[in-house]
């Protein structure tokens, strides 16, 4: 290999990170954990694992520890570090939905899709009766739910093809995905409101699902009702 050649491979090997910062003080090095924590963070478009923050820090850093004093430091902030989908997030805080909205308009989040009620129900009861195929959904409204709706619900990276029944025929079954957790603000779908529970406090059973009743938690803010058909924002206000 001639030196040229040794010389270029050499730059584009990515330099070594220091992460256990021994050289450091105990104070600045916890400072720089935190920097880099928030850095990486940032810079993603998508909730960052504990895999990858661990990976910029050293063995001894507590994760846990330096989110709660990113999060301390937020406190006034118009934006926070939320836990969802299994990692971390930057997001605005709700409370600055409206202005956000006043300066890039209904449509201004990137983001932002809209489903419409129809759509909404369906996701729900996969989310709740995960792993569950078009056919039991359809038997479960009482009427088919159609490959175009389920085609929505795809392209949004809402769902995703589950492991196949065991009924004839093998058929896919549905699941919710990460982009759901992160949608709805769930860290997981233990988030969900317990189904059993609240069907016991009367407040919601297959009648109300039927009837177009949509749980609190699952529209991250009331549809606005134009159009013929009830849609309901999916995004949400808080999303960085």
């Known amino acids: 290999m001639s030196e040229a050649s040794a010389r270029r491979k050499s730059n584009e090997q990515p330099a070594l990170l220091d992460t256990e910062l021994e050289h450091l003080p105990a104070e600045l090095r916890w400072r720089e954990w935190m920097s880099r924590v928030e850095a990486v963070i940032f810079a993603a478009n998508e909730p960052v694992s504990r895999e990858v923050l661990a990976r910029v820090v050293g063995k001894s850093c507590n994760l846990e520890l330096v989110i709660d004093d990113i999060r301390a430091e937020l406190a006034d902030r118009p934006y926070e570090l939320v836990s969802v989908a299994g990692g971390w997030q930057h997001r605005t805080k709700k409370v600055f939905g409206d202005a956000i909205h ?100 009367g407040l919601l059973s297959k009648e109300k699902l039927l009837a177009g009743d949509i749980p609190v938690g699952l529209a991250s803010r009331e549809a606005d009702g134009e159009g013929e058909e009830e849609r309901v924002d999916v995004a949400g206000d808080e999303t960085a």
Do not use: H
Not at 108 to 124: D, F, H, N, P, T
Not at 141 to 169: N, T, W, Y
């Open 102 to 201: 006043a300066a890039f308009g209904q449509q201004g989040g990137q983001g932002e899709k809209e489903l419409s009620q129809a759509e909404a129900l369906v996701l729900m009861c996969i989310a709740y009766f995960q792993p569950i195929t078009r056919a039991e959904l359809s038997s479960f409204f009482g009427k088919e739910v159609s490959r175009d709706l389920i085609g929505v619900l795809r392209a949004q990276e809402l769902i995703a093809s589950g492991p196949r029944s065991p009924q004839p025929g093998a058929p896919y079954t549905y699941v919710t995905t990460k982009n759901f957790l992160s949608q709805f603000g769930l860290d997981t779908l233990r988030q969900l409101p317990d189904f059993e529970a609240l069907e016991d406090a």
